[in-house]
């Protein structure tokens, strides 16, 4: 059984950064995707896509963090992290990191493509 466990986030002034991380075990699915995800406030059940990365380091960012953003993995450690730069108010969420299967193409930011999630990290950026 694959899990995750989440660490970081917190708080934040905007223009300012956080990184969060992710620790996974248990992943036997050979190839992989890992991702970020992010629930806005009052948006429950919807999970916005923010970041993904495969196994070959490809990645895949949200139109709204791009630029800002950096997801990058340690392998050696089943680690996953999101750097997060020049944050806004409105990046202000509960952030989830989640694994699944690899599939062709770009990492996938649709959550239905993921079979495993972390606990959740609240990120707030205060202007």
């Known amino acids: 059984q694959v899990q995750l466990v989440q660490s970081g986030g917190g708080s934040g002034q905007s223009g300012g950064s956080l990184r969060l991380s992710c620790a996974t075990s248990g992943y036997t699915y050979g190839s992989y995707y890992g991702a970020w995800f992010r629930q806005a406030p009052g948006q429950e059940g919807e999970r916005e896509g923010v970041a993904a990365i495969d196994t070959y380091n490809l990645t895949n960012y949200a139109h709204s963090v791009e630029g800002r953003f950096t997801i990058s993995q340690d392998i050696a450690k089943n680690t996953i992290y999101l750097q997060m730069n020049s944050l806004k108010p409105e990046d202000t969420a509960l952030y989830y990191c989640?694994?699944?299967?690899w599939g062709p193409g770009r990492p996938s930011l649709v959550a239905d493509a993921y079979k495993s999630w972390g606990q959740g990290t609240q990120v707030t950026v205060s202007s």
């Open positions: 989640a694994f699944g299967p």
